[in-house]
């Protein structure tokens, strides 16, 4: 299947540290995007990085795509404890607009 | 930024008996829709895409007769879990596209439908 992979599933780090997630996937995209998830809630969207981008900014928020290696990272500065959260990469392919989700990566960020 | 709402937010009922979730954009229009179903410290699993106006299109996998989706206006679509079953239980979000724009290939999230069967 498409779905992506997520490393690592877990990540616990201190406040003030980076954290950094990577996503591969299997077949070619249109973008990738990343989203979070707090506990038992909806998702929100972060970033979104189109096939022909290798790296995009966004606050804290540092993206990379090597669509060769069909992977990207998620790189998240100054982590803060609200940062707490689940990410997930998703896959944007042209057939049918739908997105395809990784498995997402467990951020906790301690005091 | 655009809103997506879902209701109810808890839902919990007795086996065979049928639940209607409702999913709204509420500051823009949404030609297409989605319905996931996540399980605990899972991954979102894409059910259904609803299309405004036409038959949704399900995944493999996904009963029709089981999940019916209907999505009568640019604003609205539901999930109807018809006669639900203890493994029906699930967290279930909807996400829209908005028609036009530049942001057409961002989904906008509901914050999730819980659903206990009993």
């Known amino acids: 299947s498409q779905q992506g992979e997520e490393d690592p599933q877990a990540l616990s780090i201190q406040e003030g540290e980076n954290a950094t997630m990577n996503c591969s996937y299997k077949t070619s995209i249109n973008n990738l995007q990343w989203y979070r998830q707090n506990s038992g809630r909806g998702l929100v969207h972060l970033i979104l990085?189109?096939?022909?981008?290798r790296e995009k900014h966004s606050g804290r928020l540092r993206v990379t795509l090597d669509t060769s290696k069909k992977s990207s990272s998620l790189l998240i500065t100054a982590s803060r404890a609200a940062d707490t959260a689940s990410y997930f990469c998703?896959?944007?392919?042209?057939?049918?607009?739908?997105?395809?989700f990784g498995t997402g990566t467990q951020l906790k960020v301690e005091l | 930024g655009a809103v997506v709402s879902q209701h109810p937010s808890w839902v919990i009922c007795k086996s065979g008996t049928s639940v209607k979730i409702e999913c709204r954009s509420l500051?823009?229009?949404?030609?297409?829709m989605f319905w996931y179903r996540q399980f605990p410290k899972q991954s979102l699993m894409l059910m259904a895409t609803?299309?405004?106006?036409?038959?949704?299109?399900?995944e493999q996998g996904v009963e029709k007769d089981k999940f019916l989706i209907n999505h009568a206006s640019l604003t609205l679509s539901t999930l109807t879990v018809t006669s639900a079953h203890p493994e029906d239980s699930s967290f279930y979000i909807c996400s829209a596209r908005e028609s036009q724009g530049v942001y057409q290939e961002t989904q906008y999230f509901g914050p999730g439908t819980r659903l206990l069967v009993l």
């Open positions: 500051d823009f229009q949404a030609t297409t």
């Open positions: 990085i189109r096939s022909n981008e």
């Open positions: 998703a896959t944007h392919t042209g057939g049918g607009n739908k997105l395809t």
């Open positions: 609803s299309n405004e106006g036409s038959k949704a299109t399900y």
